[in-house]
């Protein structure tokens, strides 16, 4: 089984502030951690992923999260916001290879950026 | 590189009628995934078509169905729409099956049943 709570459901920032949208799972196995973002009207893009690699991933547009396991945490931060960065962001759980391939989608965290 | 192509991007049905969404993967890409999403129940799992097969189903009544193409190009169809029905459709496809190997998401179907 698995789950996974995004802790915020609105985030506001001002541009130029550190970013942090925090996510956290629960999973009886290894998992598989993805962050997505969307724009209005848009379908879903690829932030990062985590795959059992380094702890600490980097992804596009100068995000990057750190898988924590003692915590089962998988939050997401950028050091310095731009308002381009306004959007909705999901955190997503997989089962490893081998399992039921369906991923588990957060509610999704607002971030608001201001000017 | 061409995207994921998902037509039409808008939809208003009556209540009752069916509807069919199509969904063009990128090239090469042989898995496709359907997603619901709406605001109450965010983004939901419909089912995932690979090599012209369903893999894996989510919860969903069996009004809700699909097909995949010897092309990878995927159909959903929802028959005796319902006003719950309304939602946008977004559909996801990779290279191998499940999300471990990167979705790449459409835009879109909106459907708006009234």
């Known amino acids: 089984a698995q789950s996974v709570t995004q802790l915020d459901s609105h985030v506001s920032v001002s541009e130029g502030t550190p970013v942090l949208l925090r996510c956290n799972y629960s999973?009886?196995?290894?998992?598989?951690l993805f962050w997505y973002v969307q724009h209005p009207n848009k379908g879903l893009q690829l932030l990062l992923k985590?795959?059992?690699?380094?702890?600490l991933v980097k992804g596009i547009n100068g995000f990057e999260a750190e898988f924590k396991k003692s915590e089962t945490s998988f939050h997401l931060t950028k050091p310095s916001a731009h308002m381009s960065d306004a959007a909705e962001y999901f955190c997503?759980?997989?089962?490893?290879?081998?399992?039921?391939?369906?991923?588990?989608f957060g509610r999704g965290t607002s971030l608001i950026v201001h000017p | 590189k061409a995207g994921v192509t998902q037509t039409p991007r808008y939809l208003i049905k009556t209540r009752g009628q069916q509807v069919t969404l199509s969904c063009s993967p990128i090239s090469g890409h042989r898995s496709v995934s359907w997603y619901q999403q709406t605001p109450g129940q965010g983004l939901q799992f419909l089912f995932e078509y690979f090599s012209e097969t369903q893999r894996n189903k989510g919860n969903f009544p069996g009004r809700f169905s699909g097909r995949q193409f010897s092309n990878s190009r995927s159909e959903m169809n929802v028959s005796t729409l319902e006003l719950g029905d309304s939602a946008l459709y977004l559909c996801?496809?990779?290279?191998?099956?499940?999300?471990?190997?990167?979705?790449?998401f459409g835009s879109g179907t909106r459907l708006t049943v009234v």
């Open positions: 999973s009886s196995y290894s998992p598989s």
């Open positions: 996801a496809s990779s290279p191998g099956q499940g999300i471990r190997n990167g979705y790449t």
């Open positions: 985590y795959t059992s690699a380094a702890t």
């Open positions: 997503v759980v997989s089962p490893p290879a081998g399992g039921s391939y369906i991923p588990t």
